[in-house]
């Protein structure tokens, strides 16, 4: 496969996060859990989310719109070298917040490591 393709993959991947994480409020029903919550924790909590929403969109963008550069320059590199780590970091997170042996948690953890390979290939497969 190209490794153009798989920059295009990596640019739906990350539009399929942010579209996930859009839906946190209704997925968890964050109108009513995060009042269980102090004020501050509970606006910390969408501050958060609405950011990550940001950092997918705009990774998606990049990698949909410049594939070429991602793919053939040191920034570029570089670039998705960090998102890759930022899988891998996720991936790793898995293991320390959600250490209960059930089937959602397994399959995002498998959807992490996707994400870390995909973001690897082309800094560490170029053709």
């Known amino acids: 496969m190209e490794m153009k393709t ?48 940001w950092y997918f969109l705009s990774v998606a963008f990049l990698c949909l719109v410049f594939p070429a550069e991602l793919l053939d320059t040191k920034l570029g590199n570089a670039f998705l ?24 948690v397994h399959i995002l953890t498998t959807i992490f490591i996707i994400g870390t390979i995909l973001f690897s290939l082309p800094v560490f497969m170029k053709s």
Request: charged share 10%.
């Open 6 to 53: 798989i920059i295009y993959l990596c640019g739906f991947y990350n539009l399929a996060f942010a579209l996930f994480h859009v839906g946190f409020w209704k997925i968890f029903q964050w109108n009513a859990d995060l009042k269980k919550l102090n004020f501050p924790n509970s606006g910390v909590m969408q501050i958060l989310n609405v950011q990550i929403i």
């Open 81 to 104: 070298f960090s998102c890759c780590l930022f899988w891998l970091m996720r991936t790793v997170q898995q293991f320390i917040f959600f250490r209960e042996n059930r089937y959602p």
